[in-house]
């Protein structure tokens, strides 16, 4: 949803009724996926916590409405140029940057030694991290596959 708004602010690209569907169901499926099952008892109470949660959510959601068509200028420009550049060559940079952005905060808040000792009390968490992050590669090979 954000890159298709971040696509119609930034880059004036008209919407089509396709992509409002195909988005909509997404979005549908989703929902139901997450709340469908076992939510009718417990009750979800907003704290502190969840407030940030939620609020680190929505920067990252407005950063996919501004990266994606930026994304697109980049392919666009490089098109013009006679180069080819495609979407497994945005996949690389990002996860790069964002690889070295997330190693730069979590040495410089201290967190490293924390998620060390996490892993050693508890090591069956490593194959459940491993099993996480090649679920996460396979959905983004799916998400640039579409561009």
Not at 36 to 57: P, S, Y
Not at 108 to 118: I, N, R
């Amino acid at each position: 949803i954000p890159v298709m708004f971040g696509e119609a602010i930034f880059d004036k690209v008209q919407i089509t009724a396709a992509k409002v569907i195909s988005v909509t169901m997404l979005c549908l499926g989703l929902i139901v996926f997450t709340f469908g099952k076992g939510m009718k008892d417990e009750k979800v109470e907003l704290d502190t916590k969840m407030m940030i949660g939620l609020g680190v959510v929505l920067c990252a959601l407005l950063c996919d409405g501004v990266y994606g068509p930026y994304q697109n200028k980049i392919k666009t420009k490089a098109h013009e140029q006679g180069h080819k550049v495609t979407g497994y060559h945005n996949m690389f940079n990002m996860n790069l940057w964002q690889g070295v952005f997330a190693t730069f905060f979590v040495l410089a808040t201290g967190e490293l030694p924390k998620v060390l000792a996490f892993i050693q009390r508890h090591p069956a968490v490593l194959v459940k991290l491993v099993n996480l992050g090649i679920a996460m590669s396979f959905g983004q090979v799916f998400i640039f596959q579409m561009q």
